[in-house]
């Protein structure tokens, strides 16, 4: 991008609606309440099918999921409107504009997939009843909806970042393309590299589809901890899938250009999953937390309900985070110098390229992004510290053991990931080899020993990895 590539647009008016003069307090009224029935009626229909387990059915499921799209997209548009109406402020800032763009296309596109396979459903259920139960399982629905939200997140981030490129007059980037250096690997040791990362991609992969698969398949395993767990390994896969096969073509074909788009897309995944990991270990450790000090009220606790707002709660801060990056990053100007000195688009990389004036970037990576990185890792130690204080007042070689072999492995991760990201993000001054092999530590090797760490050590999940072998050699 050229030097000059600054937005003279920092702000855009709103017309609002059509609305005759003196009318304004009845529209305003009839959109408020329009806008609280849909709140409220669709936040019912979650509260009933939450707490009804009658309700507990594919379609009430992708009901629910409906209902809270349908809540989200109207609470994109509609508070801002009554604002404007009220306050006959009509402006929004230009990044307010973009995340309002975002938003409203990942939800609406969110509702067209959830229609689509509401009908699916219904379809099922009427022509083929007695095949319903087998079709229409628990696996399938929840890989249905998790589809849906990572299509619309890709259309959605596709338009975006489309759009912002369009919105600046001279935004006509010399920058069209990047070139990744990749790893510092020496002269004549490529192949024995490749063979290497596309060993950890692979066991990466299939460990962690293998923990969902058990997951999924043993009833034993439907509680709380394996119901995190199981999108930790989702997460990991995806988190790994980032990176991993782009920088194995590369080593392979020794094409190393990646497009402005695809850079920006790769950010922005790598951002997601990133934090996505980050808030799903502290949601792990808060569950242990309940499970080794009030193991009388953990059921009562960790409720099916509260499982889901976690994880949902999750996606959506993390979403918001990328997003914010993202934007932060597509705003700045990239003039001549285009080689990246690591194996993918990394944020702080990419901003040491950038002829830009970066302070507000790196205001929000010690601010924004510093209060993401702190606050699970503040409830992973404070969860541990409790534990720790718990079990030592009793000390007992049982408790010990038990409470050694439920979290320890957790602890490992957590030591591995958190100590990794902060010698990267906060605590080193220059970018070298020492940050692109921190970087392979987290982004590569943590995915890949997760499925070790939680299975290996974790007498349920070999249960059932016994118990599905054992149907596999009874069907041969």
Partial sequence: MRPE????????????????????????????????????????????????SRLHTPMYFFLSHLAFSDISLSSVIVPKMLMNMQTKYQFISYMGCISQLYFFILFVSLDNFLLAVMAYDRYVAI??????????????????VAGSWIISCVHDLLHTLLLVRLMRPENQSSVSQFLLLGLPIPPGQQGV?????????LTTVLGNLLIILLIRLDSRLHMPMYFF????????????????????????????????????SQLYFFILFGCLDNFLLAVMAYDRYVAICHPLHYSTIMSQALCMLLVAGSWMVTCVHALI?????????????????????????????????????????FTEGGMLYFLPLSIVLGSYMRIATIILRVPSAKRLSKAFSTCGSHLFVVSLYYGTLAGIYFFSSSWGS????????????????????????????????????????FLK
């Fill in 229 to 264: 767990l199981s999108h930790l390994a989702l997460t990991d896969v995806s988190f790994s899938s980032v990176t991993v096969p782009r920088m194995l073509m590369n080593m392979q074909t020794r094409q190393q250009s990646i497009s402005y788009e695809g850079c920006i």
């Fill in 193 to 201: 590299f490749f063979t290497l990362f596309l060993g950890m991609y």
């Fill in 127 to 144: 022509c083929h009843p007695l095949h319903y139960t087998t079709i229409m399982r628990e696996g399938l629905c929840v890989l249905l």
């Fill in 325 to 365: 990056h993202t934007l932060l990053l597509v705003r700045l100007s990239f003039c001549v110098d285009n080689i990246i000195t690591h194996f993918f688009c990394e944020l702080t990389a990419l901003l040491k390229l950038s002829c830009s004036d970066i302070s507000l970037n790196n205001l929000v990576i």
């Fill in 434 to 473: 020492k940050d692109i092999i921190a970087s392979v530590m987290y982004a590569v090797v943590t995915p890949m020993l997760n499925p070790f760490i939680y299975s290996l050590r974790n007498r349920d999940i070999k249960q059932a990895l016994e118990m599905c072998m054992s149907r596999f050699n």
């Fill in 5 to 52: 590539n600054q937005s003279s647009v920092s702000q855009f008016l709103l017309l609002g609606l059509p609305i005759p003069p003196g009318q304004q307090g009845v529209f305003f009224t009839l959109f408020l309440g329009m806008y609280l029935t849909t709140v409220l009626g669709n936040l019912l229909i979650i509260l009933l099918i939450r707490l009804d």
